[in-house]
């Protein structure tokens, strides 16, 4: 009897427990999937070829950037960009273009780059083929000086390419310290190059992480013609 017992509560174990999970679980909020190059529902339209309302200057000033064809373009020496809006953990979607006549070697040509909470750089290069010869993680799809690509997924100088990212910020104790670093995650033009990278601090600084909260996404005037367009973000 006592055999069959225990059998017979092995046997109704995984539904009683899957039981309570179900329960538990939430119905997901639903979101409807853009088309072409449209965003998501819940995602914010950072920019959509028509204005720079959604930004401004690094210095809180008015955008002095080249808004042209449905893209913006970086103008040599006017300062880098930055959302007004601050975001933590996002999913961003951002198109970037080298322009066809491309000059200049190594970290000169087609120079840009990409910060998440204006800390952490995701380099923007001409690296198509490898053929711009730099160190490996300062080319195309590295997190600058931290991480280079998995694999060289660009395209050539001229023609539009995708960085789509999934990052979560860090978490800071309340004395400063980092309590959960950021991670990120990259696919350029579909392809991933970046697999949940664990970012070792902020870029440019060799004391790894700063306490920060929310803060903008910031784009990087390096002297260069990089151009930009359709960027939306979705906080996670």
């Known amino acids: 009897m006592k055999r069959v017992t225990f059998v017979y509560l092995l046997m109704c174990l995984p539904v009683m427990v899957f039981g309570q999970t179900k ?3 939430a119905e997901p909020q639903v979101v409807t999937p853009g088309t072409g ?5 819940d ?4 920019f959509d070829g028509k204005d720079f309302s959604q930004w401004e200057s690094g210095n809180g000033g008015e955008v002095k950037w080249k808004l042209n064809d449905g893209a913006m ?14 975001f933590g953990n996002c999913q961003l979607h951002i198109e970037w273009r080298i322009p066809e006549k491309v000059t200049g070697e190594g970290q000169n040509r087609g120079n840009s780059g990409i910060f998440l909470q204006k800390q952490y750089e995701i380099q923007v290069l001409d690296s198509y083929n490898n053929l711009n010869k730099t160190y490996i993680d300062g080319r195309a799809g590295s997190i600058y000086t931290q991480s280079a690509p998995l694999v060289n997924a660009c395209r050539k100088a001229g023609e539009w390419q995708t960085y789509d990212v999934v990052y979560m910020a860090p978490r800071f104790n ?3 310290k980092v309590e959960i670093p950021a991670r990120i ?14 970012i070792e601090g902020t870029t ?12 903008p996404l910031e784009l990087q005037d390096h002297g260069n013609p990089v151009s930009f ?8």
């Open 23 to 25: 329960k538990t679980l």
């Open 37 to 41: 190059a449209s965003a998501p529902s």
């Open 43 to 46: 995602a914010i339209v950072l």
């Open 73 to 86: 373009t970086v103008v040599e020496s006017t300062g880098s960009i930055q959302t007004k809006k601050s």
């Open 174 to 176: 309340a004395d400063g």
């Open 185 to 198: 995650t990259v696919f350029q033009n579909g392809v991933l190059i970046q697999n949940n990278f664990v």
């Open 204 to 215: 440019y600084s060799k004391e790894g992480y700063k306490p920060h909260y929310n803060a």
């Open 229 to 236: 367009r359709n960027i939306w973000i979705r906080e996670l």
